[in-house]
């Protein structure tokens, strides 16, 4: 076992690496001057430019300016924000919290609903319950996410004037953050009323961020079970007299289960990429919001070491599943 | 049912051929036919956009700026679906509109599938360096989130709808090149190949005529997933304004500039997203219909 994690881990240098490279190589084929870029200046003057060059390293060899990024980044410096000043790895650390507390949410979401439509859906097998929730999950699966929140938007603040458009909390209320999770500060923060204006402003990302998710896991489960329900000890099980429940949720559920984590864990590439898109309609204050708010300022150091960040994340959790799964399933573990 | 059952065993008949068999299989099942029947019209009224669409998509009406569709009171029936911020007809943006996205859902996919193909074959039959260069590459590519990936492209070769065709094909090629990869190093082992082989049948012939059309099954399934994501994709990237570019009646770039009128003109935001709910849905009910009529293990469980 441990073996395996050490050379799960291993393999992770590599592909970070040509990440590394391929967001290296993508900035340089961007048209126009790094220089007059960062310094803002158009018809710089040869001096300076040459001074700029050097300053930038940018008058070195292509593979030594490239060792030169790797070496930076292995010691944590993933460069400046040309707006802001900012290392980007500041930036990153201080958004990066909102995106975490609304992915959380939105999969908790997702887990929490979808599961239970599932099993409900595969216990009632070819009945109006199944096809109306198959049927409402193929919806979801098939959804524009964020014509989605436009429409909850539309129904839930503009009709009927029940949640905040936009933001993680009302602007009445700050305090400083100590977790960068807004319920839990809002929560430690003691404040009448911060508590509950987070979690409206909360509901709505997380809906629209939880839907595919939860068609998916939904989708998944029902599978899963048919599967197992249909197994000789689902079977045995029944015929030794065991209720109905004990039958669907002890014994098929949890081996049903080990697709569904599977399937969950896979959605964490897909939620990062539906964050950015719900983030951007509810103006939340994530890491989605911050990489497209550097493709319209032409920020691109922020563009290129964010991708490093959120892939380098996302290859982790992905290395996280992979050994859960091996822990929630024998038969994997053995065979290694 | 059990008419038809007395019925089969009165009268064996030949077995059915594949193809026979596969569209038994997919017309009984009735949400999957309701698909393709939906598909049907919309490429019906993507190809026909030009005689269906009343005006032009991008002609502008002036003095009839956000008119509400022709039901709602102050409609017009000139406009059946209403007008947007500055006046061009909804519905003839909305039929052009299936155009861009069936053509662009349908490029991605021969796009990747072809790449896919050479590329997962290529690393099925030349182990060694080849195939670690050909499979790493691809690992690389699935590790940056899908729409984050297609950004990043776009935002360097720059927002238009080939360039998004470019970045969403990129998005997808891991999948085509994974599946071919299995599935052609499953087959290789064969006898058939080894006969071919042993027959004097060169690589080349034996990649492409004996191993390929065996692996089929399952790529098409994930031709039909591709389509609908990649549709989906292409209106995110429109909605984020790096996809097509105003005035195209792309949908999702509709959505883009519709944003603002949410309040004072719904229609202009609804119906776009409709168009592209209905688009996706059609074309995933048609792909589960196609996996289970393919899938022998789903066969009629």
Known sequence: MISFIIRRVLLVIPTFVAIAFLTFVAIRLVPGDPVEARTGERGISPERLAYFRHELGLDQPVWKQFLDYLWQIAHG???TSISTQTPILTEFTTLFPATLELATCAMLFATILGIPAGVIAATRRGTFVDYTLMGAALTGFSMPIFWWGLLLILFFSVDLGLTPVSGRIDLLYYFEPVTGFMLIDSWLSGEEGAFASAVSHLILPTIVLGTIPLA??????????????????????????????????????????????????????????????????????????????????RDYPVLQGGILLVSGIVILINIFVDLLYGVLNPRIRHAR | MPAERTAAIAAPKAPPGPFASFFRDFSENRAALVGLILLGLLVFIAIFANLLAPYSPIEQFREFTRIPPAWVEGGNRAFLLGTDEIGRDMLSRLIFGA???????????????????VLGLVAAFAPGWPSIVIMRAMDVILSVPSLLLAIVIVAIIGPSL??????ITVVYLPYYVRLVRASALQEKTRDYVTAARVGGAGTLRIMFRTVLPNCMAPIIVQAALTISNAILEAAALGFLGLGAQPPSPEWGAMLASAREFLQSAPWIVTEPGLAILITVLAINLVGDGLRDALDPKMRRS
């Open chain 1, 77 to 79: 410096d993933f460069g």
């Open chain 1, 216 to 297: 998916t896991i939904a989708r998944m489960t029902r599978s899963a079970m048919l599967e197992i329900l249909g197994e000789d000890y689902v079977r045995t099980a029944r015929a030794k007299g065991l209720s109905p429940f004990r039958v669907v949720g002890i014994h098929a559920l949890r081996n049903a289960l080990i697709p569904v984590v599977t399937v969950i864990g896979l959605q964490v590439g897909a939620l990062m990429a539906g964050a950015v898109l719900t983030e951007y309609i509810f103006s939340w204050p994530g890491i989605g919001s911050w990489l497209i708010e550097s493709i319209q300022r």
């Open chain 2, 99 to 117: 155009r861009l996205s069936l053509f662009i859902g349908l490029s991605v996919v021969v796009a990747s599938m072809a790449v896919g193909i």
């Open chain 2, 162 to 167: 080939t360039n998004t065709i470019v970045a």
